[in-house]
């Protein structure tokens, strides 16, 4: 099947008004007070990256890299409007056997924003980022993306299949195509939706105080959380002091507000067959998701027929939210013995 039926759409989806505490303002009721956590993830995150800037096509990106120079390599790319340290109570882990780098792509986290962002720059970055982390040095690395980091290591593994050994893809979807009467439903119902996003004419908002800010925080999709700390990490860093006019401090999100305005998703369209040569592929995802739902609901599916996949019980959409000792578990069974020898 011709992959120009179904283009990507991964753009945020506003919460629903008379959500429950738990989905609608998870970290509310902590009073800018960190939840307690379990000894695992003290651990995990004590480990911390070596942080840097890389310099591309006239943009700094944040990178985190974890491990020893030599290890096979292991590339992790976030959501959207996320960062690097979405995975960085993962990684660690994982570093025991790879070499490990973690990015924030370009208008989100601490990289820099750009005039226009596309996918086929978004390859670029992290491709050169796995250059400069030393990733290749024990042959190619694997790509492993969320939500639409997954969106972007789909891209680059069916366009660039040189670049990597695999790819594996955590709880991806994709949306119908744009002149469908199901993409118009689907905008429809947006519109309809509480508009709690940042749009172009609808900037960052600068909260007066962290204990403000954190009590805004949610997921896109809507969804429950249980793992309070995990949620809590994830906002923090989500999060950056700003100092107004008055000179008065605040706090905001770091992504850019503009950014769905400005990507150009036009590369995803006339992608190449799905039958032709393409990186190896598995796919991991929430059996609860809300992307998988939707996604289910929306035709022919991008992924090859053959992809691997693997469902991880008990998780919504953000699978390292709600089961992140399972998808690192998913994530080294799998490498154990996949992808197949070349």
């Known amino acids: 099947m011709s992959n120009t039926e179904t283009p990507y759409d991964d753009r945020p989806t506003p919460v629903e008004p008379e959500l429950p505490d738990n989905v609608q303002a998870p970290l509310k009721a902590f009073g800018g007070e960190p939840p307690e956590a379990p000894q695992w993830f003290k651990d995990a995150i004590a480990i911390e990256p070596a942080r840097s800037l890389v310099d591309i096509e006239g943009g700094r990106i944040e990178m985190l890299t974890w491990g020893e120079l030599g290890k096979p390599g292991l590339l992790l790319v976030h959501g959207n409007s996320a960062h690097a340290d979405w995975w960085s109570f993962i990684a660690p882990i994982l570093a025991k056997d790879y070499r490990v780098a973690s990015i924030s792509l370009a208008g989100m986290g601490a990289s820099d924003w750009r005039e226009t962002y596309s996918f086929t ?4 970055e992290a491709d050169e980022c796995a250059h400069a982390a030393g990733l290749y040095e024990a042959g190619k690395p694997i790509y492993i993306g969320h939500s639409f980091g997954g969106g972007q290591v789909f891209y680059a593994a069916m366009r660039y299949p040189e670049r990597m050994r695999a790819a594996i893809l955590v709880d991806t979807g994709f949306g119908p195509p744009p002149d469908s009467p199901e993409y118009k439903k689907m905008m429809e119902e947006r519109r309809n939706q509480v508009r709690n996003i940042p749009t172009v004419d609808k900037p960052n908002r600068v909260y007066p105080t962290l204990a403000a800010a954190l009590a805004r925080f949610r997921f896109m999709p809507p969804q429950p959380v249980e793992n309070f700390y995990i ?6 860093r ?11 401090v605040g706090y905001t999100w770091r992504f850019d507000p503009q950014m769905w305005a400005k990507l150009d998703r036009s590369a995803m369209e006339g ?4 039958a032709g040569p393409r990186a190896p592929m598995a796919h991991i995802y929430g059996a609860n998701s809300a992307i998988m739902t939707r996604s289910g609901g929306m035709g022919p599916s991008q992924l090859p027929a053959d992809i691997l996949k693997i469902e991880i019980p008990d998780s919504h959409h953000h699978v390292m939210v ?3 000792l399972a998808l690192i578990a998913a994530i080294r069974g799998l490498l154990a013995g996949w992808p197949p020898a070349a």
């Open 121 to 124: 720059d978004f390859a670029v």
């Open 231 to 236: 949620a809590d990490f994830i906002a923090r």
């Open 238 to 248: 989500s999060l950056k002091e700003v100092t107004a006019e008055d000179g008065s």
């Open 271 to 274: 992608m190449p067959d799905a």
């Open 322 to 324: 709600d089961q992140p």
